[in-house]
């Protein structure tokens, strides 16, 4: 099992189109996977048009107060989600420092049969965030290729190394920063580029995920790249992010 959360504090740069895209195409590669949604906004669950309130679901509010009998939604048999409603705020705060909850899960039986677990942060610098890092085996930072990115994807990595500083007993790994929402007919966009592979180096992800109509429609329909045809840009960018992610973890 390797625990991947998908964090930024700044809010809309695609960390939860990338939860579900990678979940899902992780899945269709034949890995078991499980979604993990800990942002009180519980926009996973309303992306793949699933109830986040059904009483009889394990909720990630549940994982923190330490629920071991999981009963996760099932998407299909290599695809579950946990979801997250406006509940899990009490443990959104930047005041309480996390990380002491959600790495129970790591010994939790029922997660060990699954080959990945994916987890969605909210866009705050918060207990939630530290709580997701506490479990993780890696992380990611989804970022927009803007000028004003290069701070927040900094600011991202500085609280994620202060908060791996402050838990002792995990040491989650940085995969990288991945760029979304990428448009190659901005002159500045190469410029951008090379200004990132040279702070970064080998913590930018190869693959790019270019601006999409059809990644901005699909929580609409509720659908995934999974779902796009084969021909797809944005299903074949996804899918090479997803090879890069799955060779760089070497699994
Ligand atoms: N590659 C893309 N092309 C076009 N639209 C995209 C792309 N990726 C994400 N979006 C859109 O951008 C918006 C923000 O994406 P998303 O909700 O995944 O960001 P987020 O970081 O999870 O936001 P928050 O910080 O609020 O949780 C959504 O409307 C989504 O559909
Ligand atoms: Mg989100």
Redesign the pocket.
């Known amino acids: 099992m390797k625990i991947i959360s998908i964090l930024?504090q700044?809010?809309?740069?695609?960390?939860?189109?990338?939860?579900?895209n990678i979940s899902s195409l992780l899945s269709d590669m034949g890995y078991k996977t499980m979604l993990i949604d800990l942002?009180p906004?519980g926009?996973v669950a309303t992306?793949l048009n699933q109830d986040k309130n059904n009483n009889n679901k394990t909720s990630s509010v549940d994982l923190l107060e330490g629920v071991v009998d999981i009963n996760p939604i099932i998407m299909n048999d290599k695809f579950a989600l946990i979801t997250s409603d406006q509940s899990i705020s009490k443990y959104n705060q930047e005041k309480i420092i996390g990380g002491s909850k959600l790495k129970k899960i790591r010994n939790i039986p029922y997660f060990k049969n699954f080959d990945f677990v994916i987890i969605?942060t909210?866009?705050t610098m918060s207990s939630l965030v530290q709580e997701a890092l506490s479990t993780s085996d890696y992380y990611m930072i989804?970022a927009k290729p803007e000028f004003l990115a290069v701070e927040g994807v900094a600011q991202a990595m500085n609280f994620a190394k202060k908060t791996i500083s402050q838990i002792p007993t995990n040491n989650p790994i940085f995969l990288g920063v991945i760029l979304?929402?990428?448009d190659n007919r901005r002159s500045s966009f190469l410029d951008f580029l090379n200004e990132l592979r040279y702070l970064l180096s080998d913590k930018l992800f190869e693959s790019h995920?270019?601006?999409?109509?059809e990644?901005?429609?699909?929580?609409f329909y509720a659908k995934t790249v999974s779902n796009f045809p084969e021909n797809s840009k944005?299903r074949n960018e996804y899918l090479s992010l997803v090879k890069e992610l799955v060779s760089k973890i070497e699994i």
């Open positions: 930024c700044k809010g809309g740069v695609g960390k939860t189109t990338a939860a579900v942002d906004q926009n992306y969605d909210p866009p989804p979304n929402q990428v995920i270019s601006q999409s109509t990644i901005a429609d699909s929580p944005a």
